[in-house]
Each structure stands twice: as structure tokens, then as C-alpha cells.
């Protein structure tokens, strides 16, 4: 993808404001997708940029935003007071990425940035409920790892849009029978693609790339929706 087709984006006149990258496709559909990124990452992570491309490529206009925690400290996690305000973020930059496209708005996460991104549709069900078409949620961290009794599900009963989970097998966040027992709880509709032999990294570590698995991803996302 050319880089000409990429370009810094910082809203400010939103609060908390909007800063990430906005891939422009040559040929838009006019659909849109905000990805967003991990406890320890950015919006820069290898696996957004490779997610981020190939939806370009496809007609779609795609931002890829560090969330507000990330935006007040470059390195290390989220704090526990920042979850509220970082789904705020999320909100923003649907609101900022509307702001280009016409068409179905679509909202997707690494880890952290993905569990946010279903609690905030979970949060708006009631009053936004066709806010966003469908979630990408990748590598969703379903418990800590080696804590599987601390379940991250509370919200889930109260999700009402269509998402694809992708998970590793070999996740140490969630397993994929523990998974498959979660989405049972959504009342939306679910698919979960599992990704043999990935940990939570979904094989996008350091130069590392599964290069067939943003098309997979976008294979499977286009057919949860049709």
C-alpha cells in the first residue's frame, strides 16, 4: 500500500481527543473501521498496520488510534482508572472516522482495546444500538492468564452487535473451549476463529507475520455482516 495513502490524524476538538493514522483507500466502499490496540502497545503495533492495509485495500477507510492512556503515557499499561475514559476515546474516533464515510462503521481491537470496544457497544446497546455494525475482537482477554476464575464476562449478556472473535489456541488469556462457553452469553450474533498454534500475539511479534491472517480476518468479518 502506498504511504501516500496514510496520514496522521489529531482531532482535538474532541475530549478526550483523537490521535492514530487514517489509511485513505484509492477507492472507498464507504464503510469504516477503527482498530485499536493493547494494554502494552500502540497504535503502530504490527498487527493493526497489517489489519489496517488490508482493509484499505478493500475499499475501506480505516483509523488506527492509541487510546486516551496511551496517549498520557508512551509506555507501560492501562491504570485502573483509565477504562472508562479510554471507551470514551473509542466513541471519539467512531465519531472522527464518521465524520469521512457514509456507509456501515465498524469497530475492532487488539486484547485490552478489544474488551474496551465490546463494553462500549454493550454500554450504548440501549441508546446507540446501531453505532457500530460489527466488532473485531482479537485475542479478547477473557481471564489473566493462569486465573481462569476471573472471568472478564459481566458485559456480555448486555452486547447486542454481531462480532468475530480471533484467538491463538495456545492464548494464555482464554482458551478456546472457555471461548466458545463465553459467547454463548451474547445475545448477538458470534463466530470465533481460532488460529492454530498463535499465542496472544496472533503470530505478530517483532518482525514475525501471519501473512494470510488479515485476509482471513476480513473474509470472515465481511460474512459475519452479509
Known amino acids: 500500500m502506498p504511504a501516500n495513502s496514510i496520514r496522521a490524524l489529531v482531532d482535538d476538538t474532541l475530549n478526550p481527543k483523537v490521535r492514530g493514522y487514517l489509511h485513505l483507500p484509492d477507492v472507498p466502499n464507504g464503510d469504516g473501521l477503527v482498530l485499536t490496540h493493547g494494554a502494552g502497545s500502540n497504535a503502530q503495533a504490527p498487527l493493526l498496520v497489517a489489519l489496517a492495509e488490508t482493509f484499505s485495500a478493500r475499499g475501506f477507510t480505516v483509523l ?7 496517549q498520557s503515557r508512551a509506555f507501560g499499561p492501562p491504570g485502573p482508572g483509565d477504562a472508562a475514559r479510554d ?5 471519539n474516533a467512531l465519531a472522527a472516522l464518521r465524520r469521512t464515510i457514509s456507509g456501515r462503521l465498524f469497530l475492532g481491537g487488539h ?23 460489527a466488532l473485531l475482537l482479537l485475542s479478547y482477554p477473557l481471564h489473566p492468564p ?5 472471568q472478564r464476562t459481566q458485559h456480555l449478556p448486555d452486547l447486542h452487535t454481531p462480532a468475530l472473535f480471533v484467538s491463538g489456541t495456545r492464548d494464555p488469556f482464554g482458551s478456546i473451549d472457555e471461548l466458545k462457553q463465553a459467547l454463548k ?3 448477538a450474533k458470534t463466530k470465533l476463529l ?7 500475539d496472533l503470530g505478530f511479534k517483532g518482525k514475525a507475520k501471519r501473512e494470510e491472517l488479515p485476509k482471513q480476518i476480513l473474509s470472515e468479518l465481511t460474512e459475519l455482516v452479509s
Open 64 to 70: 488506527r488510534c492509541d487510546l486516551p492512556y496511551r
Open 87 to 91: 471507551r470514551v476515546g473509542l466513541k
Open 111 to 133: 486484547s485490552y482495546g478489544g474488551r474496551q470496544s465490546s463494553m462500549l457497544c454493550a454500554e450504548l446497546a440501549k441508546v446507540e444500538p446501531d453505532l457500530v455494525t
Open 146 to 150: 493462569r486465573k481462569p476464575e476471573q
Open 185 to 187: 452469553m451474547i445475545p
Open 194 to 200: 481460532a488460529i492454530d498454534g498463535a499465542g496472544h
